[in-house]
Structure formats: C-alpha cells, structure tokens
C-alpha cells in the first residue's frame, strides 16, 4: 500500500526549514528518501531502517519512527537547490518491494 | 563511473506500434526495476528482476515485457497492448532485491504517442 507523504508541497524562503511527513498504514521496516528534478533521476537522501533510527548529512536528516509507522525528513535552513519533488519510498519487510508516496514538491524561493 | 545507463531519453511512438527502452547498469547490481513515473502519481512498478534469468511482474505490468538474459541488461519492451504508454521511465537497481537496499535510478526515458 503507498505510503502517504504530507504536506502536498511548500514553499520557503531561503533559509527557512522544513518537515515532510511519510506515514504507512503497515508495519515498516524501511524508509528511503530522494530527492527529484523534474525530467530528471531520482537521488538517494537516505534509508532508515527498523529501529527507530535518525540519519542526516549536512542539513538534511530523518527520522523513523517505528510504533507510529511514519517517517519525517528535516531540511534545515534550505537553500534554493533544496527545490524538487520529495519522494519516501517504505517497505514492509527485507524480502519486500519498496512503494513509493506521491511525493511533495518543495520551492525555495530567494 | 558507475551507473545507470538509459536510452533513448526521448521517444516517440505511433498508436499500435512496440517499442523497447534500454537500460544498462555497470554497478554489479542483482537486482533490476523498471517504473513509471505520471503526473501526481508516484513511482509505479512495472517489472523487477532480482537476478539474471529471472523477473516479476509488478503493480502495472498489463502491456509492458521484459527480459534479463544479461546481468547489466535489463530492456523494457511497451507493446501496443498498452493503451497509455505516454509517461516516464526510469529503470533503476540495487545491490539485491530487498527493501532493505538503497534503489538507484537511471537518468529516464520520455515515451510519448503521437
């Protein structure tokens, strides 16, 4: 089943942050993050594995929470190329296929 | 460099017609996937191979074919079965087959039907 994402799209001011929330209706045990330009691939942000575990790079980090299913990915103060369609991806169990969100687009605007 | 190569970036295609998008990877990869990609809809699986020799159907394969009888290779064919191929493509791969492995995507195809 696709994961929900949450909010549809953003817009931010240079600078500013941003929360993008995955939830599931099934128990998880993963969550990938990327990151899209229109037309173009899809980048790897991260995976977060059952755990409850928390990554993050430079200004972008997540979060897995395993108990309520969901996931969140933190852009602290965004810069203009943060642009782009966020997608989670989640699956269900390690032999499983991963599904993906509809995505959220997200506009840092100078 | 490693990667996800995908050809042709842009196609087009007459009603009644199959084409086949190519995709070649030389990340070591077991495991394939091909998605389609439409307007507020997500990625969308359409066939995955998690070893050579061997694929699956995914969510949407009603019209598409595919075959994996190279490693690297992993071709998809859209027949004139499929009545909206309009769309974009993106063949990607990992490591194993597993939700529990980073997926990388190829660059895309833009298939469209004139």
């Known amino acids: 089943q696709q994961p929900v994402q949450s909010p549809q799209a953003v817009i931010l001011r240079e600078g500013e942050d941003a929360v993008i929330n995955c939830s599931s209706s099934k128990a998880l045990y993963s969550v990938h993050w990327y990151r899209q330009k229109h037309g173009e691939a899809p980048v790897f942000l991260m995976i977060l594995l059952k755990g409850g575990e928390q990554k993050g790079h430079d200004k972008i980090s997540a979060s897995f929470n395993e108990k309520k299913q969901q996931s969140s990915l933190y852009l602290t103060a965004s810069q203009l190329s943060y642009s782009g369609t966020y997608f989670c991806g989640t699956g269900t169990g390690g032999y499983q296929k991963v599904t993906f969100g509809i995505g959220t687009k997200l506009q840092v605007i100078p | 460099d490693g990667g996800i190569t995908q050809s042709p970036k842009y196609l087009f295609r007459k009603e009644g017609q199959n084409v086949t998008l190519s995709c070649e990877q030389n990340?070591?990869?077991?495991?394939m996937y091909w998605y389609r990609q439409d307007p507020g809809q997500g990625l969308r699986l359409i066939y995955y191979?998690?070893?050579?020799?061997d694929f699956q159907k995914g969510d949407i394969a009603e019209g598409y074919s595919v075959s994996r009888e190279k490693k690297e290779s992993f071709p998809l064919t859209v027949t004139s079965a499929q009545k909206n191929p309009t769309a974009f493509y993106l063949c990607a791969s990992s490591t194993t087959w597993g939700s529990g492995n980073t997926i990388y995507f190829g660059e895309g195809s833009w298939l469209t039907v004139v």
């Open positions: 191979s998690q070893i050579v020799n």
């Open positions: 990340l070591n990869h077991d495991a």
